[in-house]
């Protein structure tokens, strides 16, 4: 069966990985031995899925199953294409109870992908299918759809997700062997599953994300109208949205026809039932494709030209940034879409507005960066739940502190900038990058906290939590991965340089309003008139909220930075520490540059992934 999307689709049934989980997410490390890597030839020539269909073309069995998961679309969606390919397809999409249990799921996660479910559905209706949301573990819900009406492929994209969904996959590739039920895989990101060397990813990235668009399949006797991609001569892919068009070869054969439906439909599941917490962010974004997409026009077409210099302050970035993650995240976006119409939007800009193109080569970084991070954890699944260079262990562990804990999560620091981070991100569910990286840098070195709990935390208040992301950058952010620069935010002087005004410390933090200028950034150390002028007493006890108190921190901002920085520093120097840092280096740093080395060139040195990042302008 020749596999072509993009040259990597993959089999599931097949013994797939090289990655080790434990049952559930703890600080324990993992007692399981590692399977055993399988080969991956990355460099062999992508075949044009226009002139190479992915799969074979239906063979009249049976009927072909679409699970959908973090791929909430129906556009350039691999599985669903090959499903088409082969005959009537059922969509599917599972609430696994198990899975909205886990420490880093939360409300507006699920609220996001229940937004992101109706458009899809609506969207399946017009096409004259249905998409069938079931509530029950993945392999229960396979066992009675199959057992009703068998089916004989399964068709997913892969995923690279937390200790369970991994777990599960096991699962759902055991079943598939003893049903006989074909499980095909397909990548969505430019993320390679069984990554053997790091040294050709960069390529594989680029080959990913310059593959041809795939547009979703039509019914029978549709004019086919939709999003497609075309591939110039250079090779270079530009997205032309909109556009008619007729895609000969492949369309031919993918018309797309719906198995009947063998069950009635089912009620959703509310979050409380689903034992999520009430909160959710009130002001947080929107699911479904077309708020992605408009989203993502705002960005290219205007937004784009705030993104450099603007995307460090939180007071310009919520604007300035793209505010595509969670559209990304659960993929009402493809990533290959949003590259091909950012390199469409920079070829007209480029000579036009060079203050926009520039803002949009950073863009396309950090695009680059969202896979390379998200391969960390896919080749490295521990990384969620132990520290990255063992060398680590240990360090901050044993000194949980919850009181510290409590004061960081509850915005109760007592450190203006901090407390204002956290309401923030209390009613929007999004903050950008740099002060995400001093929340868990204030986490990590004057707090002291192990970056485990904290980053369950977070994961629940961050929106677009994408696991590879998320904890491969709190490892980083907290020093556990040995390979980066140790970067240290000062809250004062981010708050110095980000907020000069102090618009942002008041706008949050309404206790500081009618605190003096001169005091807001450090108010502990009001004197006792100041605090009766302005009426706000700092004190330990300070009531929650309370509009006339503030918290004192709860230790000396400076002196536990530099215990905490000596500790870290100290434990680096060993020579034990010093010499397991090669081998993370190589197979976790990355190869600076956007596309990389080509195959057959000579290979660059591998850097440590902290100093190309940095060069790409993240902090
Ligand atoms: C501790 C910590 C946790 C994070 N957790 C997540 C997470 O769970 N999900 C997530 O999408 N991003 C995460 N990030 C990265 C980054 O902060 C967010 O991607 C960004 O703030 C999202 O806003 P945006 O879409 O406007 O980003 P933009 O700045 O416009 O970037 C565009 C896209 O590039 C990717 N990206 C941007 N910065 C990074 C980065 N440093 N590393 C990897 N990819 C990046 C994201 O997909 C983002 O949507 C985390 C950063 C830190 C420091």
Redesign the pocket.
Known sequence: MPTAFAGAARVGTATRCCRQIPSQISLQPPSRKGWKLQKLQLTRPLKNPLTHPAVEPADGMGYSLVWFKRDLRLHDHAALHAGATHGPVLCLYVIEPSLWAQPDAARQHYEFVLESLRELARALKTLGGRLHVRTGEVTDVLAQLHALAPFERLFAHEETGNALTFERDKAVARWCRAQSVSWQEFPQFGVVRRLTSRNHWQSHWASHTQAPQLPCPQPENSAFKSFVSRTDAAGSAVARQGEATTTPMIWERNKLQFQPSPWPAQAVPSAQELGLAAFEPPDRQRGGRSAGLAVLES?LNDRCRH?RGG?SSPLS?PSA??????Y??FGALSLREVVQATDAKLLQLKERSAYAAKGLEA?LS??H??C??IQKLESEPELAWRNLHRGYDGLREPDWNPAHFEALTHGRTGWPMVDACVAMLRETG????RM??M??SVAAYPLWLHWQLV?QW??RQ?L????G??W???Q??SGTTGINTTRVYNPIKQAQDHDPQGLFVRRWCPALRRVPDSWLLEPWRMPESVQAACGVRVSFDAAAGAPDAWPLPQVDLEAATRAAKDRLHSLRRTPEVRAAKAAIVEKHGSRKGRCGPTPGTRQRTPSAGGSA?LSLG?D
């Open positions: 960005f993104y995307i970035a940034c793209s505010r595509l993650s969670p990304l995240s863009f950090r695009l960066w969202h390379h991070f999004w903050l950008n990058f995400r990286a929340l868990v980053g977070l994961a961050f677009d939590y994408e696991p992301i998320h491969s950058q709190m980083m952010q990042q993240f």
